[in-house]
């Protein structure tokens, strides 16, 4: 992984129907700004996509997590990623 990321612009989410845990492995390998996004156990009965929103893997919880680093470094503006989540409706 590091070969394949190495000098590419970061930030660098890994996304997971898993525990956090595991992904948060990946950020040792990586020079780039790293974010885990993961279920940590299931353990409920509902459909995937209910789920994944839950828990914050859905795609509109990963674009938001894909903006915020790049935001705190001032490389995305911060009212981008105020939009993102409006209009997504994810709680800043």
Do not use: K, N, W
């Not at 209910?50 to 009212?79: D, N």
């Amino acid at each position: 992984m590091t070969p394949a990321l190495a000098g590419a612009p970061g930030p660098v989410p890994a996304v997971g129907d898993r525990m956090r845990q595991v992904l948060e492995q990946t950020g040792r390998c990586v020079e780039q700004d790293h974010a885990s996004l993961g279920t940590d156990g299931f353990g409920l009965s509902d459909t995937r996509e209910a789920l994944r929103r839950r828990f914050g893997v859905a795609p509109a919880s990963i674009a938001v997590t894909a903006l915020v680093q790049p935001a705190r470094t001032g490389a995305v503006p911060r009212e981008t990623v105020a939009g993102v989540r409006a209009r997504y409706g994810q709680e800043g």
